[in-house]
């Protein structure tokens, strides 16, 4: 670029879009194509994120934009976005009435339908940009020798490098010094699935409420799992009622749960999600686990949207409208509260039994595996509360660990900032009453 302030503002008077345009069959001074380039570093197009878009219909508008987009350049014979623009307005007969630059929505577009609905009459996506500056310099270096590979890669990162989104930091298992499971993950599904039916009662008049048989709950786990997909949400369940024909329950007798009350078990959301017919179907369920959860991350933490279709094309053979379903599928957001290896021990046993119960609940599965649920206490007697994240070190998520650190960064919070201000504050009483009355006996909280 121009050191002297005039030259600068002479290259800035340039219109890029031209240049842009004659860059690709023409010589440029190296100031024009920095100039050009430069206007690509301001423009660089949208990329999505899978992460933060997913939910938005944003991401859909931007999508039909795009797609419009690719049809409107092949009009044209624009072979690239810079020269669609600058036919555009090369086209223009009245200088007040030249065609728009930049993307806007509009509200009164018309769908291929004939429907009105807002959109983008275009919207440039990331890729466009992408390929504009690879076959702009492509172009050039036939005229410049000096454009060299190295320097092509430095720009190219330089415009259009974007940071990946940092991975949030993942909250300790209640048993075991490892990482939480993803809620996704197909052992936490499962977990949550035989938690959820070995807690059902059989209710008759008169009578205690009496477990279900093995037998009994291995029919209600087959038939949740072999349930028929359907596409509405919240539909894919099985009532109690149902639960109630299946095992043939006498007259007067019902199921209850012994912790809920609810008229349905949810089936495993992972399983009904990518098992649908217009994403994997049957062949789900004859993945392993192990597979299983390879596509479950890729589905959580790939960022880039068309690599990953890209790669479920490749890993599984399917077709791409496939493979993007596949990729859009909705999955449980979040962490379970026990790591894969706790999560297996508990599994095993919620689906074996004990000594004692054929059919255990979850509080009676940990003890098995040797663990207490509930029991928090160390036994030591301080002086003073300390900072709850000490206490609650599985309730949080993970600190530092450095002693240097201040308390919080040091032992992690809890990511609800109400409860971590609350906490606080009861902290904050509680020592002040120490301090003024000496160390209680007992303290009631009433909530």
Not at 200 to 229: C, E, F, M, W, Y
């Amino acid at each position: 670029m121009p050191a002297s302030p005039e030259a600068a503002a002479q290259l800035a008077a340039l219109d890029p879009y031209e240049l842009r345009a004659r860059g690709l069959d023409h010589p440029l001074p190296p100031e024009h194509l920095g100039r050009a380039l430069f206007h690509l570093n301001q423009r660089r197009g949208f990329k999505s994120n899978r992460r933060t878009d997913k939910d938005s219909n944003e991401g859909g508008l931007i999508a039909d934009g795009s797609a419009r987009l690719e049809q409107a350049m092949m009009a044209a014979s624009a072979r690239t976005y810079g020269e669609f623009l600058h036919k555009r307005r090369a086209a223009a007969t009245d200088p007040r009435a030249t065609f728009a630059v930049r993307t806007r929505i509009n509200p009164h577009l018309i769908d291929g339908d004939g429907k009105e609905q807002p959109g983008y009459d275009f919207y440039a996506d990331r890729h466009h940009l992408e390929k504009e500056f690879h076959t702009l310099w492509a172009a050039q270096v036939r005229h410049n020798p000096d454009l060299t590979p190295a320097m092509e890669d430095l720009l190219f990162q330089t415009i259009f490098h974007q940071r990946p989104l940092k991975a949030p930091a993942v909250g300790r298992c209640l048993f075991l010094e490892e990482p939480r499971l993803a809620k996704a993950h197909p052992l936490t599904q499962s977990r949550t699935l035989y938690e959820t039916v070995n807690m059902l009662r059989i209710a008759t008049p008169g009578q205690p409420k009496r477990r279900l048989s093995r037998d009994q709950r291995d029919q209600i786990v087959i038939a949740l799992n072999n349930r028929k997909i359907l596409a509405a949400p919240g539909k894919n369940v099985l009532t109690l009622a149902a639960i109630g024909k299946l095992l043939k329950l006498r007259p007067g007798e019902a199921f209850s749960l012994e912790t809920a009350n609810r008229d349905a078990i949810a089936c495993d959301p992972v399983r009904m999600s990518l098992a649908y017919d217009g994403r994997f179907g049957p062949q789900w369920s004859a993945l392993s686990v192990a597979s299983q959860w390879e596509l479950i991350q890729r589905l959580r933490d790939d960022q880039d949207g068309t690599a990953l279709v890209d790669w479920i094309m490749e890993r599984y053979g399917v077709d791409r409208d496939r493979a993007r379903a596949i990729a859009d599928a909705p999955l449980p957001e979040g962490f379970g509260r026990l790591g894969e290896t706790a999560t297996r021990a508990v599994l095993a046993v919620l689906i074996d039994g004990t000594a004692e119960q054929e059919v255990p609940t979850y509080n009676e599965a940990v003890a098995a595996c040797g663990w207490d649920h509930s029991r928090l206490g160390t036994g030591e007697v301080l002086d003073r509360l300390p900072y709850y994240g000490q206490v609650l070190d599985r309730h949080v998520l993970p600190g530092t660990g450095r002693p240097e650190d201040d308390e919080i960064t040091r032992f992690g919070r809890i990511t609800n900032p109400t409860v971590h201000i609350g906490l606080g504050q009861v902290r904050r009483l509680v020592n002040k009453v120490i301090e003024v009355w000496g160390r209680p006996h007992e303290i009631v909280v009433e909530l």
